[in-house]
Structures are given as structure tokens and as C-alpha cells.
């Protein structure tokens, strides 16, 4: 390897880092679905031809490190020989390194001079792919097989043509056939972009070069993640969350994570965590990995740009047929809410050698649902007369903890999430949805020296005669609550309401599979507040009078 000096190195890191954004742009833009170019579900990264992550675009973290786990299992199924120019190969298994059924995955190799230099990915959230209710996730189910049509590592574009076929059997199989089409082209424009730029990059540097250039990245940022980790003290740290199961059982999900520190490496440990349940809320083993390596550069190293260099010091260890790693066929497709709180479990057990980057419990409830039916005002007709389909989906936030030094954030989706919350504007566009109103939630981060941050409650009218609903949350008890921290009281807890402040009203719980919505009914969801950091009675007295005057308290 040729010698790289630290110059060459960053302004390497920095090119490589702009040609993902560009990427994410090309994809955003192109996109067919709101979910993508207004919520942000979506993900761009580019790789070494032995798959080692070499930059990101800083959209959602729920996906990025997915990719990881995903090109090693692309390898063992289309062997990296058997990748060509124009290849583009596509995966949604969360048995084969993906996430969720909804979470299709694209690999596409980079080529100069005859040579694989690269690979581009991009990773998107369908609204639907199919399955049992509209949006595709169920809480309820039993088996991946009811999350929609599952996709083995292939080839869907070939030497830089379509495989037709697949585009058909995809579209045959879900509600929004163009839509998906659509975001599956846009997801492809994001690839070819990254391998356009990577080329020319090549192209400028050399192939060798090129090569030196990332592996001088990855080893800068591994060097710099185990100086980190040797500042923390050696020892073992642990702690544990619950959250709702509330489909098989009213029981909560214990959750527990271990993490070990020796010297300038470290392992999380959850093999502690409970079995696997009869439901959709098991995490797959790409989001569980995704999510550890997360939290933990949270905390050791939150400014250092990402690559697959930041987690060679973490080892990971978990136990089969726990919840964070299922048997198949499991059900995984409400996996986003077990992979949240993992996070906050992690981040919990390295609160007390976290510094000034560790916090009280960020709101992990992401209230969200997915409402599908047809449209049947009369201006929505089609030209023959005929009602469309629609799918709509939204995401909301909450509150951040309050942290040593700071309040919470409010009305902001946390982790792994990172989504956007939809514009009400878009909503009321794109289906018969009217949004009422949205608001931060009065009093709902939890007190402290260092408050947390408010949820977000948001009221949605149906329009249409009817609309098949699926959704969920967490975080809408006392024992799954956000936790505070050092003194501090807990954040507010979510809700899912129907037909609020009327003689209809009715709490749905923290899951919801199937529901018909008719025509005027609303739904209510409400996010969860931070937790607050340090005793009520430090507050400082300036900051607590403009709480009270501000209306947070």
C-alpha cells in the first residue's frame, strides 16, 4: 500500500462522502412515493469491492448499516465474480442481511479500466409490497410470508438491461404498482450516479491509488474509534428496557444489552433479551447489528464520518431465536420499534461513561400507521369513471432526552429514525386524509435539571367512505416510558386515539391491525416526550420561568 498522507486521506473521505449525497439526491428526486422524497425513508451508501462500507448520506441510520450485513450476503449467493458492468442486484429477504420486507435493497458494482473499484447501494421503504393490509406491516402476523413478496439476492438489471420479469411479478403483487416501479428506477438513478462519480474518481486518481485512498479511510477511522474506547474505563456496563407487546400478550418485551470494555475494544452483548415472540415485533439481524454499531459511535465517537472502519473495535454477540435474531420464518416486518428501543438499551447501559454525548431516554414510541382504500370523493374519479387506490403513510416524532448540558429537543423522530413527518399539505394532495391539526403535547418532556423535549400529537380526519388502517407505537405505559436520567422524571407516554373528545372515543392501544376507518372518523396520534436529566430542583430558575411561560410545563 502506498504511503497516504492525512490530507489526501480527508479530502478522500469528503469527495466520497459528496458523491453519496449526490446520490441521495438523484434517488429523492426521481422517487414516486411521499414516503421517500418528503419523509426521507431511504438510504445511500457506497462500498469496496469487499464490501466494506466507504461512505454514507446522512438520511436514515434504521438503513445504513443494513447494507452491511446485506453485501455479505450477496457475495455468498451471486458470487462477486459474477458481478458485471450494469449489473444491479436487488434483495429484500430479512433473511438474506435486509430488514423488513418494505426495505428493498440495490447493489451495483463500479467499474474502471476492467476493474471492480466500488459498489453503490441505495435502500428504500415501499409504501406497500404486498401482504395481508395495505402498507404491508401487521404487529398480528405470524410468519415473513404475510409481509409481502420476498425477494432473493437477483439480478435486476442485467449488463444494464431490465429483467422484466421481475418488474412484472413485483408490480403484480402490490397495491401501487406504479409507484413502486417508480421508486425502484429511482433507487437504480441513485446507483448509476454514485458509479458515474466513482469513475471519474478513478479515473483521477488511479485504481491503485484509489484503493490505497480507502483503506487509509477505514484505518483512520478504526484507529480513531479504538483511541475512544481505550479512554473509557474497562468494565462492564449494563441495563434494561421493556417494551409493549400488547398482540400476543399485555406482558412487555424485556430487553437487555451488556457491554464490555477491554482496552480500546468492546462488546455488546443481548443475549440476555427475551425469545422471540409470535408476532411482527422480532428484529432481524442487520437492523439488530445496524443499530449497535449506531448507538455505540453515539457515544464514543458521534463526529467522525461513517464508514465500515468505525465498527472493526465492536464485536456483537446474540443469541438465535432471541428477539434480535429470530428464526425464520418469524415475522419481522414491525421490527423499526424493537430496533429503536435496542438503541435506547444500549445507550442506557453506557450512560454513565458517555460524557457529555450520553443522554436520558430519547422518545422511541414513532407513532406511525398506513391507510389504504379507495378514494371515492366524485373530483377523484378517473376518466372511466373509476375510484383510484390510495396508500398514505406518516411517521411521527417526540422528544429527545435532556442531557448534562442541555434540554431535549422537541417533535423530532430519534435513532434509527430520522423521518420526516409528512407535510400535512402532501397528505390532504395525495389521498382523502385531512389533517386537523398538529402540536407539541404540553408538559410531556420530563422534568429535570435539563428538561426533556415535547412530543408531537397530530389529529387526522378520513374523507373517503373508508380506509383500512394498520399502525403502532410504544412507550404508552409506565413501565416503557422514557426513562430519565440522574434524578430526572420520565417523559410523556404515546397514544393512539380514536375519535378523540367525543362520545366515540376509544384508547386502540399501542398496536393496530386492519381497523376500517369511515368517512369522518379521526385518528389521534400522539409521540412520546423525552426524558429529563438531573434533579427538577437544579433547574436553572431563568429557564423554568420561560417554561412555564412558554407553555412547556
Known sequence: MTAIDPISRDVFQHQVAGIAEEMSMALRRAAFSSIIWDMYDYA?????????????????????????????????????EDWNPGDVIVCNDPYHGCTHTMDICL??????????????????????????????EGPDNLEVFAEGIILPPLKLMEAGKPNQAIFDIIANNVRDPEGSAGDLRAQ??????????????????????????????LDYNETFMRRAIEAIPDGTY????????????????????????????????????????????????????????????CIVAPELPQNQGNDRPVTIATRRGSIFDPIRPAAVSVRHITQQALADVVLRALAPVGGANAAAACQTS?????????????EMANDDGSQPYYIIADILG?????????????????????????????????????????????????????????????????????GILTG?????????????????????????????????????GSKIVGLLLKRGDVLRARGAGGGGWGDPAKRDPALAERDRAEGYV
Open 238 to 297: 449494563d441495563a434494561e428496557v421493556f417494551i409493549e407487546d400488547d398482540v400476543t400478550t399485555d406482558q412487555p418485551i424485556r430487553l437487555h444489552a451488556a457491554v464490555i470494555v477491554t482496552g480500546d475494544a468492546l462488546t455488546v452483548d443481548v443475549t440476555g433479551s427475551e425469545d422471540q415472540r409470535a408476532n411482527g415485533l422480532n428484529c432481524p439481524e442487520a437492523s439488530t447489528h445496524s443499530m449497535i454499531h449506531y448507538a455505540v459511535k
Open 44 to 80: 445511500c451508501g457506497l462500498f469496496t469491492p469487499d464490501g466494506d462500507m466507504l461512505s454514507q448520506a446522512e438520511t436514515i441510520p434504521a438503513q445504513l448499516g443494513i447494507m452491511s450485513t446485506a453485501i455479505g450476503y450477496m457475495f455468498k449467493t451471486i458470487l462477486r
Open 472 to 508: 403502532y407505537c410504544q412507550e404508552t405505559r409506565d413501565d416503557t416510558a422514557p426513562w430519565g436520567y440522574a434524578g430526572g422524571g420520565p417523559g410523556g407516554k404515546a397514544k393512539l386515539i380514536k375519535n378523540p373528545g367525543t362520545a366515540k372515543e376509544e384508547n386502540l
Open 398 to 466: 417526540g422528544g429527545m432526552g435532556g442531557g448534562p448540558n442541555a434540554d431535549g429537543l422537541s417533535a423530532v423522530d430519534t435513532h434509527g429514525g430520522n423521518c420526516a413527518i409528512l407535510s400535512a399539505e402532501i397528505m390532504e394532495t395525495l389521498s382523502p386524509v385531512r389533517v386537523q391539526r398538529t402540536q407539541l403535547v404540553e408538559g410531556s418532556g420530563g422534568a429535570g435539571e435539563h428538561r426533556g423535549g415535547l412530543g408531537i400529537q397530530r389529529d387526522f380526519e378520513v374523507l373517503a367512505k373508508g
Open 366 to 378: 414513532f407513532p406511525s400507521f398506513v391507510l389504504g382504500g379507495f378514494d371515492d370523493r366524485p
Open 188 to 217: 437504480i438513478a441513485g446507483c448509476r450516479t454514485g458509479e458515474r462519480r466513482l469513475a471519474e474518481l478513478a479515473a483521477r486518481y488511479g485504481n491503485k491509488a484509489f484503493a490505497d485512498l480507502c483503506r487509509a479511510c
Open 107 to 136: 447493489f451495483s458494482p463500479v467499474f474502471h479500466d476492467g476493474e471492480m473499484i466500488a459498489i453503490t447501494s441505495t435502500i428504500a421503504h415501499h409504501v406497500d409490497i404486498g401482504g395481508k393490509v395495505p402498507g404491508s
